[in-house]
């Protein structure tokens, strides 16, 4: 089945910087990849997405970007703050939506 | 905003015990997701439902069996807790038929410590 993998696992950055998050995919009929991010003790909530026949998404602070050919997907947020500090998951959904393990994004006042 | 209500939000349980989670949506949602959220595992599906009446097993469903009343609620139940089964618990419903574009909507998520 469809595997999901995401990287850093963790990184920790000061308010302002820039981060980058990768996602990679193996199952090529996944269509859709939603991201949702889960402040600490709280829900998950979606933040972005992307079909598979797009390559570029942006909506504030946060570019989401998608290479079907390498199946590879990256979120990019700008400006950090702390309130951005959070486990990231990205997602993969054809029959079934299949998670990453998540990224734990620490954003330093 | 979708609305997924989860009860209770923590629990205490004894090994052998009988567990039962709910989960309640107001969005008339077809599909709706039980997972539990471990450090260093992500989400893991135990089990999910097309509509009332349905269930379908995830990827770890042992041990976890899921009942699905009616359009807005979801349960997930433990027959025979074990201590393996200590957990972040996480309802979800989604607005698509099949998933292939399917946004989820989360409940707060209900922490399970089985003593």
């Known amino acids: 089945g469809e595997q999901v993998e995401q990287l850093p696992s963790s990184l920790i950055v000061q308010e302002g910087a820039s981060v980058l998050i990768n996602c990679s995919y193996t199952?090529?009929?996944?269509?859709?990849f939603p991201w949702y991010k889960q402040e600490p003790g709280k829900r998950l909530q979606f933040i972005i997405d992307i079909r598979s026949n797009m390559e570029r998404k942006q909506t504030q602070r946060l570019t989401l970007l998608f290479d079907k050919k390498t199946k590879h997907l990256s979120l990019h947020i700008t400006a950090t703050q702390p309130g951005d500090s959070a486990i990231y998951f990205c997602?993969?959904?054809?029959?079934?939506?299949?998670f990453g393990d998540g990224t734990q994004l620490v954003v330093k006042p | 905003e979708a609305a997924v209500t989860q009860s209770p939000r923590n629990k205490v349980a004894v090994t052998g015990g009988k567990v039962t989670l709910s989960c309640n949506q107001t969005n008339n949602h077809n599909n709706m997701y039980w997972y539990r959220q471990d450090t260093g595992h992500g989400l893991r599906l135990i089990h999910y439902s097309y509509g009332a009446g349905s269930t379908e097993k995830g990827d770890i469903p042992d041990g976890y069996k899921a009942s699905r009343p009616s359009q807005e609620n979801f349960s997930l139940i433990l027959e025979l807790a074990t201590p393996s089964q200590t957990s972040v618990y996480f309802c979800a419903s989604g607005d698509a038929w099949g998933g292939r574009a399917e946004t989820l909507y989360f409940g707060s998520g209900t922490r399970l410590t089985v003593l």
């Open positions: 199952d090529s009929a996944s269509v859709y």
């Open positions: 997602s993969a959904s054809n029959n079934r939506i299949f």
